[in-house]
T-cell receptor, first 114, second 115 residues
Framework: DGGITQSPKYLFRKEGQNVTLSCEQN?????MYWYRQDPGQGLRLIYY???????QKGDIAEGYSVSREKKESFPLTVTSAQKNPTAFYLC?????????????FGPGTRLTVL | GENVEQHPSTLSVQEGDSAVIKCTYS??????FPWYKQELGKGPQLIID?????GEKKDQRIAVTLNKTAKHFSLHITETQPEDSAVYFC??????????????FGQGTILTVHP
């Protein structure tokens, strides 16, 4: 059963701690994306990767970091430098990043900073 | 960069009525406009998309229209059903350059269909 998985579904973090959100896809897609969703603001792009070992900053990359060591995995680290990390985080993938193909989204991770 | 404005933020209709959601974009170079539906607690799912070489596209009860001159596009849902209740997002993207696959999303519309 192909798709995108994100774990965990809910995540709680204390202030000052780094936390890593998992995103895995078995669709054999080249491109992967991380979005942040806040109420009333739609989805904002954090980072994206068009190919393994390469990634670019999106519109709100400050306080976040990513890696793309494997085609199927694109983990996002929320660092202590992110001033307002409480949000719903969505991972997506598409066949490739060179044309506007459909982006498939995972179920999301809701991060709460205590 | 691209900016996408979406209206209304909430929309309430009776079952069987039509619903229309409108978006405007700022970058005339944008040429791909998808619409996503997000159900509670889930990730968004593509429901229809349109490219700039087409003015209208229809898929059963859903249609999208594009006016490149005015830089706006709209989602039309006819014969609404309670299962259409969700959050709908429009987005815009430019195919080419350094922005491959980068979508700019509108703020979202919460659609409620009352039985």
């Amino acid at each position: 059963d192909g798709g995108i998985t994100q774990s965990p579904k809910y995540l709680f973090r204390k202030e000052g701690q780094n936390v890593t959100l998992s995103c895995e896809q078995n669709l054999n897609h080249d491109a992967m994306y991380w979005y942040r969703q806040d109420p009333g603001q739609g989805l904002r792009l954090i980072y994206y990767s068009q190919i393994v070992n390469d990634f670019q900053k999106g519109d709100i990359a400050e306080g976040y970091s990513v890696s793309r060591e494997k085609k199927e995995s694109f983990p996002l680290t929320v660092t202590s430098a992110q001033k307002n990390p409480t949000a719903f985080y969505l991972c997506a993938s598409s066949i490739n990043g060179r044309s506007n193909n459909e982006q498939f989204f995972g179920p999301g991770t809701r991060l709460t900073v205590l | 960069g691209e900016n996408v404005e979406q209206h209304p933020s909430t929309l309430s209709v009776q079952e069987g009525d039509s619903a229309v959601i409108k978006c405007t974009y700022s970058d005339s170079a944008s040429n791909y406009f998808p619409w996503y539906k997000q159900e509670l607690g889930k990730g968004p799912q593509l429901i229809i998309d349109i490219r700039s070489n087409v003015g209208e596209k229809k898929d059963q009860r859903i249609a999208v229209t594009l006016n490149k001159t005015a830089k706006h596009f709209s989602l039309h849902i006819t014969e609404t059903q309670p299962e259409d209740s969700a959050v709908y997002f429009c987005a815009a993207s430019m195919d080419g350059g350094t922005s491959y696959g980068k979508l700019t999303f509108g703020q979202g519309t919460i659609l409620t269909v009352h039985p």
